[in-house]
């Protein structure tokens, strides 16, 4: 069993800034795989980036050069820096990581972006 727990999200202006931070429990994280997604209502959920053990990135195409993904193994933590943010960006932000056997998601942080 893995938990993974969102935090960091909120109100915030266009041109803004924010930081996401997904916790996770357990001592195998530093092996695994995680990812950020985001979902706004009526659409479907999008890969936003991706981050692999060994601390490789990858982006979605319209967050590219804007946000930045990165991981603490030693605080078992993964984080989504996320600049110039535009009114697009409005969605749900979750974690997840995934592997042989498992898939699990954290509850989700809510980031709205609006004048």
């Known amino acids: 069993q893995v938990q993974l727990v969102e935090s960091g999200g909120g109100l915030v202006q266009p041109g803004g800034s924010l930081r996401l931070s997904c916790a996770a429990s357990?001592?195998?994280?530093?092996?695994?795989?995680m990812e950020w997604y985001r979902q706004a209502p009526g659409k479907q959920r999008e890969l936003v980036a991706t981050i692999t053990s060994g601390g490789s990135t990858g982006y979605g195409d319209s967050v590219r050069g804007r946000f930045t993904i990165s991981r603490d193994n030693a605080k078992n933590t993964v984080y989504l820096q996320m600049n110039s943010l535009k009114p697009e960006d409005t969605a749900v932000y979750y974690c997840r990581t995934r592997g042989n056997g498992y898939d699990y998601w954290g509850q989700g942080t809510q980031v709205t972006v609006s004048s």
């Open positions: 357990g001592s195998i994280f530093s092996i695994k795989p």
